[in-house]
T-cell receptor, first 113, second 113 residues
């Protein structure tokens, strides 16, 4: 049983560019959340998707957007990249009914130059 | 708003030493509390959890007790191993809605033979 898978694992962008990160949830999971983990910090909640809709959002600007597909997979898009967007982006999934039991992927490490 | 505060690291111990990592929280209502562990190059893994006051979560020799009176959830292990070297994150599940996780900054543990 595959866990949460994310792609790409590493990527480098320049300021002003746009990036798309992808996530496939663990089998049987229908809710996907995205977190940003800056170096040396704890993960910060970006947003959560359930039934293809954004259900909750953290304190992130509109440059951060997402999508959930009918197969429950998800994308995180970041526009107009800033140096400060350099971080590890973690995807987490769970069953909606199983509140709080999150399973995390290994993350996508984004470097903005 | 809700928040989690962890003791700063790194914590450096010899094998078989006793471990305590302090965690306190601020929250409205009665959140669930978690410890996650992040091994080098990997995503976060749930270590243990507690869902109500006085609950004790335990796993792999680690324990933590949900103390509502002191708003604490300290992580302990009686005898650490080199393989326990990792970053440990305390987190709470935001009450209501879609239960996003709020993490502390993490505590790095290094165990030497």
């Amino acid at each position: 049983d595959a866990g949460v898978t994310q792609s790409p694992t590493h990527l480098i962008k320049t300021r002003g560019q746009q990036v798309t990160l992808r996530c496939s949830p663990k089998s049987g999971h229908d809710t996907v959340s995205w977190y940003q983990q800056a170096l040396g910090q704890g993960p910060q909640f970006i947003f959560q998707y359930y039934e293809e809709e954004e259900r909750q959002r953290g304190n992130f600007p509109d440059r951060f957007s997402g999508h959930q597909f009918p197969n429950y997979s998800s994308e995180l898009n970041v526009n107009a990249l800033l140096l400060g967007d350099s971080a590890l982006y973690l995807c987490a999934s769970r069953r909606q009914v199983n509140t709080g039991e999150l399973f995390f992927g290994e993350g996508s490490r984004l470097t903005v130059l | 708003g809700n928040s989690v505060t962890q003791m700063e690291g790194p914590v450096t111990l010899s094998e078989e030493a006793f471990l305590t990592i302090n965690c306190t929280y601020t929250a409205t209502g009665y959140p669930s509390l978690f410890w996650y562990v992040q091994y080098p190059g990997e995503g976060l893994q749930l270590l243990l959890k507690a869902t109500k006051a006085d609950d004790k979560g335990s796993n792999k020799g680690f324990e933590a007790t949900y103390r509502k009176e002191t708003t604490s959830f300290h992580l302990e292990k009686g005898s650490v191993q080199v393989s326990d070297s990792a970053v440990y994150f305390c987190a709470l599940s935001d009450v209501g809605g879609y239960n996003k996780l709020i993490f502390g900054a993490g505590t790095r543990l290094a165990v030497h033979p």
